[in-house]
């Protein structure tokens, strides 16, 4: 009988201890987000300018990603603790990198593209590797020459932070060894006396106070009784679990920033005024159609209607890119995961003689939700819950606040100049989520002169997105004609 090697026994018993050691528990919010009700994906539909190359692309994530240690492990179930742990493991590229053969050339290309896109929300993503992957279409679409669409669990963590880790990936095509610029939105305030200063201090802590205490309490109703209309955007009990519809517009960020300069408004403000605008518009025909009203410009809204969106805010301060690109070249285990808030904003649903109302409106809300903790209160009170009362309770109480209200809304800042990702320059970005119960989330992602539109739908709810991102960008289209029109400063276009 061969004598043991003792040598052998201890390298096996350390690289053991190592692996213990490498293996991360499951965050709470991880095992939320693989709850039935909230098992959500993170979708991004990518134009390149140029086709594809398959190996450059793989090379550069074997260098960048996959060293990041959620896209290098599986999550697990450990059979001693009962719960899920990130466990690390060898990445093969390759199983990642879907690449169909296609046609070039093909007629229809941008159907295929969205045909495709939204066949992947019924698919669930392998559990056996790592919970990422990207699918490769060198087809030629309206907007571009190629096609990737990245498809990651929400999971592995929020979306601006991997969104954020995605473009730590890619550099300026001016620079090949810069990484994007992301426009701050940090405003230098003017100087005031110190007891003005302390007057303001104390008035506005007053109003924030005020404002957290009424927002808390809204939300507590909507978890209880407070319940959107039943408007034909609402999602039906049981819809998280249908097939949603992933459709993009891309519009102008020019035109975006005219009106917000005219207006002396943020981008954001903008933003929620062309949803409230457009969501109005295709809302009134629809009741119109109900009602037999042929007339676009009659109003055949119902009276109060009460329709509200859940904004996804990033409690945690930004991690930046360039701390992203370090943790990929060096393997650190920097802080990470799903650090989520969210805040119920009414939305003005109604017909408006002068268009730019819609922006004020849009205005005067964001502007008192920035003086609220509501997107804190609802991070902290998830995590209270799922100590407290486990992952299904929480989950349970979650989705009746999403089912309660009728959209998801986030906005994603891109960079202001053009990038490549591995040497392929990007036309587009237009991410998006899907395995929320709302039956309409939308996403606005800006880059370089574009802002685009991204909409995941419920086909069973919206059997027409198109229609409503055409009723999007015809907001835009009056906003920019209505401060042409009244403000000398930008009387030509």
Same mark, same amino acid.
């Given at each position: 009988?061969?004598?043991?090697?003792?040598?052998?026994?201890?390298?096996?018993?350390?690289?053991?201890?190592?692996?213990?050691?490498?293996?991360?528990?499951?965050?709470? +919010?991880?095992?939320?987000?693989?709850?039935?009700?909230?098992?959500?994906?993170?979708?991004?539909?990518?134009?390149?300018?140029?086709?594809?190359?398959?190996?450059?692309?793989?090379?550069g994530l074997q260098c960048t990603l996959v060293?990041?240690?959620?896209?290098?492990?599986?999550?697990?179930?450990?059979?001693?603790?009962?719960?899920?742990?990130?466990?690390?493991?060898?990445?093969?590229? %390759?199983?990642?990198?879907?690449?169909?053969?296609?046609?070039?050339?093909?007629?229809? =290309?941008?159907?295929?593209?969205?045909?495709? +896109?939204?066949?992947?929300?019924?698919?669930?993503?392998?559990?056996?590797?790592?919970?990422?992957?990207?699918?490769i279409l060198n087809v030629k679409t309206s907007? +571009?020459?190629?096609?990737?669409?990245?498809?990651?669990?929400?999971?592995?963590?929020?979306?601006?932070?991997?969104?954020?880790?995605?473009?730590?990936?890619?550099?300026?095509?001016?620079?090949?060894?810069?990484?994007?610029?992301?426009?701050?939105?940090?405003? *230098?305030?003017?100087?005031?006396?110190?007891?003005?200063?302390?007057?303001?201090?104390?008035?506005?802590?007053?109003?924030?106070?005020?404002? *957290?205490?009424?927002?808390?309490?809204?939300?507590?109703?909507?978890?209880?009784?407070?319940?959107?209309?039943? *408007?034909?955007?609402?999602?039906?009990?049981?819809? =998280?679990?249908?097939?949603?519809?992933?459709?993009?517009?891309?519009?102008?960020?020019?035109?975006?920033?005219?009106?917000?300069?005219?207006?002396?408004?943020?981008?954001?403000?903008?933003?929620?005024?062309?949803?409230?605008?457009?969501?109005?518009?295709?809302?009134?025909?629809?009741?119109?159609?109900?009602?037999?009203?042929?007339?676009?410009?009659?109003?055949?809204?119902?009276?109060?209607?009460?329709?509200?969106?859940?904004?996804?805010?990033?409690?945690?301060?930004? !991690?930046?890119?360039?701390?992203?690109?370090?943790?990929?070249?060096?393997?650190?285990?920097?802080?990470?995961?799903?650090?989520?808030?969210?805040?119920?904003?009414?939305?003005?649903?109604?017909?408006?003689?002068?268009?730019? %109302?819609?922006?004020?409106?849009?205005?005067?809300?964001? %502007?008192?939700?920035?003086?609220?903790?509501?997107?804190?209160?609802?991070?902290?009170? =998830?995590?209270?819950?799922?100590?407290?009362?486990?992952?299904?309770?929480?989950?349970?109480?979650?989705?009746?606040?999403?089912?309660? !209200?009728?959209?998801?809304?986030?906005?994603?800042?891109?960079?202001?100049?053009?990038?490549?990702?591995?040497?392929?320059?990007?036309?587009?970005?237009?991410?998006?989520?899907?395995?929320?119960?709302?039956?309409?989330?939308?996403?606005?992602?800006?880059?370089?002169?574009?802002?685009?539109?991204?909409?995941?739908?419920?086909?069973?709810?919206?059997?027409?997105?198109?229609?409503?991102? %055409?009723?999007?960008?015809?907001?835009?289209?009056?906003?920019?004609?209505?401060?042409?029109?009244?403000?000398?400063?930008?009387?030509?276009?």
């Amino acid at each position: 009988m061969a004598a043991l090697n003792p040598l052998a026994i201890n390298g096996e018993k350390q690289n053991h201890r190592d692996r213990e050691a490498a293996e991360v528990p499951a965050s709470p +919010a991880t095992h939320l987000f693989h709850t039935t009700a909230l098992n959500c994906c993170i979708v991004a539909v990518v134009g390149c300018t140029t086709k594809i190359n398959v190996d450059v692309i793989k090379k550069g994530l074997q260098c960048t990603l996959v060293n990041h240690p959620r896209f290098s492990s599986i999550l697990a179930m450990d059979d001693k603790r009962g719960k899920k742990r990130w466990i690390p493991t060898k990445v093969n590229v %390759d199983d990642h990198i879907i690449c169909p053969d296609l046609e070039p050339d093909m007629q229809s =290309a941008d159907e295929f593209v969205e045909n495709y +896109a939204s066949s992947l929300t019924t698919k669930s993503l392998d559990l056996s590797k790592p919970l990422w992957e990207i699918h490769i279409l060198n087809v030629k679409t309206s907007e +571009a020459n190629s096609i990737a669409i990245l498809r990651i669990h929400h999971s592995l963590g929020d979306g601006i932070s991997i969104i954020s880790l995605v473009l730590a990936c890619t550099r300026k095509t001016s620079d090949p060894n810069s990484l994007p610029t992301i426009p701050s939105s940090n405003r *230098t305030r003017p100087k005031i006396g110190f007891f003005r200063q302390l007057f303001l201090s104390t008035w506005l802590c007053l109003i924030l106070i005020l404002n *957290t205490v009424l927002d808390i309490t809204l939300f507590l109703a909507t978890i209880l009784f407070l319940k959107d209309t039943d *408007t034909p955007l609402k999602a039906k009990i049981g819809d =998280a679990f249908s097939p949603r519809r992933l459709v993009h517009r891309t519009v102008s960020l020019d035109d975006i920033k005219l009106v917000k300069n005219a207006m002396n408004v943020t981008i954001n403000d903008v933003m929620m005024g062309m949803l409230q605008a457009g969501m109005s518009r295709y809302l009134n025909r629809k009741y119109g159609i109900i009602k037999g009203s042929t007339t676009n410009n009659k109003n055949n809204l119902p009276k109060n209607v009460r329709l509200r969106g859940a904004i996804m805010f990033n409690i945690r301060p930004s !991690t930046g890119i360039q701390v992203l690109a370090e943790m990929m070249e060096k393997k650190s285990r920097a802080k990470w995961g799903n650090k989520i808030g969210y805040a119920l904003v009414p939305l003005f649903i109604g017909v408006q003689q002068n268009p730019l %109302d819609y922006i004020r409106k849009a205005k005067a809300t964001i %502007d008192r939700k920035k003086l609220s903790m509501e997107s804190r209160f609802s991070f902290t009170s =998830a995590r209270i819950l799922l100590k407290l009362f486990g992952v299904q309770a929480a989950a349970a109480l979650i989705t009746r606040v999403i089912c309660n !209200t009728t959209v998801s809304i986030s906005n994603v800042v891109g960079p202001q100049e053009e990038i490549s990702f591995f040497g392929h320059t990007m036309a587009f970005s237009a991410p998006t989520v899907y395995g929320v119960p709302h039956s309409l989330t939308i996403l606005f992602q800006s880059y370089c002169n574009k802002m685009t539109i991204s909409m995941a739908v419920d086909p069973e709810v919206i059997p027409d997105p198109y229609q409503l991102c %055409d009723d999007l960008e015809e907001s835009l289209v009056m906003f920019r004609e209505a401060v042409l029109t009244t403000s000398p400063l930008h009387a030509l276009p």
